[in-house]
């Protein structure tokens, strides 16, 4: 007795990925008059309670031994729908792959899912080594709020370790304000590193900026639950993918009516992203490359 009901749907373009590439992708697409189907593994334009709850049901064999991978499969789609897509192109727009690493700001699911269907199928991937880290975040493993490395070029805020020696000194830094992003990581994961180093914590403390200051500058504090605190445990995390799917000017990668678009994408931004331009682009190249995909289909 089947245990799910197989449905077919037909569409000019299928989108895979529900952020803001995917969706500037659909509309463009939309507009070009045909039809249009978006999928995506989480809600759409939102991270939804999957953002908070971090649990992920699985089954890889390690567990009951009278439970399976295909008991699992069983049991989660039993009384449920599958269905076959039948589209005439597919626009890959399934994010980068910064879920990969053990510290990421990523929200989960960012597993780089399209990067590994284009490989399936032969398509090249470039530059996957490429993966942006995020010198100051906060949060258990640099999971979560961003505190904004640019504090670090006002006086009196350091980056100090626990024996509140400023680090950047010992590094022969004095202007925060020169230091790049992945520097900055650099330096920090260093001091972490155990086999470099006796410190394992490094912070960013705010203890000798003037009071006035202190005050204007906690619009920059990610967290209304912070502006009272004066010192902040800091880590790097993986935070945004340069590498991904080789595709043309078009969008389209080697294989005919497969594009990609967005941070699933290489070469965009070398080897290292600027603040800022990762929403430019998916705007943009979402709108250009789901315009393409419509006029291939
Ligand atoms: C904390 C943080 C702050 C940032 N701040 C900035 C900023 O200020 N300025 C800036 O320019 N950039 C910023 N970035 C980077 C920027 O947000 C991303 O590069 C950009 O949003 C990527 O958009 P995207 O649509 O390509 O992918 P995403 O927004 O990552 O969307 C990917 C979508 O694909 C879906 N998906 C994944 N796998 C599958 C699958 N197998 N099947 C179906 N759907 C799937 C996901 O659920 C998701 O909906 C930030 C990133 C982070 C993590």
New binding site residues.
Partial sequence: MPVWREEKLCCDVLV???????LRAAIAAKLCDTDVLL????K?GSTSNTYISKAVMASIGWGPPDDNARIHMVDTVSGGRFYTIHAKVVVL????Y?QIYLNT???P???G??QALAYDVGVPLKDMEFVQFYPTATGKRGSRL?LYERMLAQPGVVLRDAQDEDILRSYGIDDATKVTRDRLAQVIYEEMNPTKSTNQEIFMGRKALPEQKATQLTSLLPSRWWKGQKVFKVAPTA??CMGGIVTDPSGETSLMGLFA????TAGVHGANRL??????E?FSLGAWVGKKAALRA
């Fill in positions: 895979i990925g529900g952020g803001d590439a995917g999928v995506t593994k989480m759409v727009a399934t994010g980068g910064a700001n990523n929200v699911g960012i597993n899912d399209g961003l935070h945004f678009v967005g941070e699933a603040g800022g331009n990762a929403l430019a998916i």
